[in-house]
């Protein structure tokens, strides 16, 4: 009886993927003590799927791929090298990781984790624009907390703090 | 009738009056483009009510001050001087003014927004602890907007993190 069938499993879609690999490298991020920022908007225009400050002061790019498409169209991600010391693809293990770059690292999730297939290379950034990175990333993630702390002050105080 | 009688304006307890003047304390930070962060920790183990990143990078620390009592029982407020450039007190129409002193500057609450009444002098950090203040600040944001982006993950996060 087709009560007593099970719903069928379906693929999840690309952004559904997307967010799962995003919250389990911003988990794999955390657990090293690498605070994470997603959706960062950087001076470039573009922005990285999350930035990740260091204890150090470094900071790490993770690039997030859903699928194969997703990658090929995407010719401009040598872009984000230019705000980070070391840059990263996450991507789930149904992904054809062979496509990928080797001089990008690389972090694979499963389920809630993600664990590092390749350790990326260092391009140290420039000790100017690290500062005005350091100075961009907190504005928005103090932007982003205060009008969550805020619903009704929430449009105007990002629109004060124009972080996004 | 006692139904017909309107329910009793009881006066806000502390707490209540402390969280309406640090949202006030904060969208007045926001309006004026500095990123206020509640509660922030001190490397000193004091907890800031507001520290608000300029800008220009400097630094504000807003101490909110429920009642007479509040202010005449911290006597350590000279503390966040080492953490700021600029001190303001926050406090409501009810509090008497007169007891503050006049070399910290002032902010008034009345609802959800808050004015300026008296500017603070500027005593400006050295380098080296902005910097340090800078690193802190933004893996406090970020940590704490990393753990409500996964609810599951929060305490983990926090704890990798050690932002609070």
């Not at 790490?60 to 090929?72: H, N, Q, Y």
């Not at 984000?80 to 690389?106: H, K, N, Q, S, T």
């Not at 664990?115 to 624009?129: D, F, G, N, Q």
Request: aromatic letters at 6%.
């Amino acid at each position: 009886m087709a009560l007593s069938m099970p719903p069928p499993v379906l693929p999840p879609t690309a952004s559904a993927r997307t967010l799962a690999v995003c919250r389990a490298a911003a988990r794999f991020c955390a657990q090293r003590g690498w605070a994470p920022v997603r959706e960062m908007p950087l001076p470039n225009g573009r922005r990285a799927d999350l930035l990740a400050l260091l204890p150090d002061g470094g900071f790490v790019v993770v690039e997030v791929k859903s699928c194969a498409r997703d990658f090929l169209a995407d010719a401009k991600w040598p872009e984000y090298r230019d705000f980070c010391d070391r840059l990263y693809f996450a991507v789930d293990l149904d992904f054809p990781a062979e496509l990928l770059p080797a001089e990008v690292g690389l972090l694979v999730a499963e389920g809630p984790e993600a664990t590092m297939v390749r350790e990326a290379p260092c391009h140290k950034l420039a000790p100017s624009r690290r500062r005005a990175l350091l100075q961009r990333y907190a504005v928005v993630a103090a932007a982003r907390l205060a009008a969550l702390q805020d619903p009704a002050g929430q449009a105007e105080i990002r629109a004060a703090l124009r972080a996004d």
